[in-house]
């Protein structure tokens, strides 16, 4: 059997501003706040769902409870508890970046799925840019790669100057160039095809003479 790892908490106790009845509300599995709360049947205790997913994946035939019941058997989470849950306010994952923000339980992952604070990567410098700076950021980034609408050319967004309309001109030109020689390609084997066919015919015909 595989030793069960604790993980980091979706929710560690040290984001609620206004914890009470700690005991009552924290998943003894990761040690934070329970998340997606479920319950034991048998002694109604709070995990997170990922938290004790992840607990039974671990045990082998006999699922025991982390609160030592002999059988664990899920439950939904007692209202009572939910009641307590929702009275919580919580500061926001993204505090780090900036975000000010206070929300009560039951809000909080509506918002910090939507938090301007959260990071995004920047396709060209590969920064990590909070979302509500991240157009802005992506619309001026030198490393950017821009595509030109008349060639269909590839260039960071600092070479967008080299790119002039002569060079547009040439680049277009060649690939004219190229499609032109392809098409007389393609015209050179169809002639030659037909070329074999008829000689093929004039040996029959000549045979039935
Ligand atoms: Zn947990
Ligand atoms: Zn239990
Ligand atoms: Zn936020
Ligand atoms: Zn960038
Ligand atoms: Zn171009």
Redesign the pocket.
Known sequence: MTAFVKYQPYLPKDRVINLTLPDLLVCTICDGIAWLPV???????PFCLPCIETWKTQREDLI??????SE?IQRTCPPSIIHILNTLQVTCRYKTNGCAETLSYNNLEKHEKGCGYRLMTCSGCDEKIVQKEFQEHESNCALVSLTCKECKSVYQRHQQDEHTEITCLRVQLHQLRDRMTQKEKDYNEKQHALESQVNDLNQILAQIR
């Open positions: 319950a034991c049947k048998n002694c109604e205790k025991t409870c982390p609160h030592d019941c664990f």
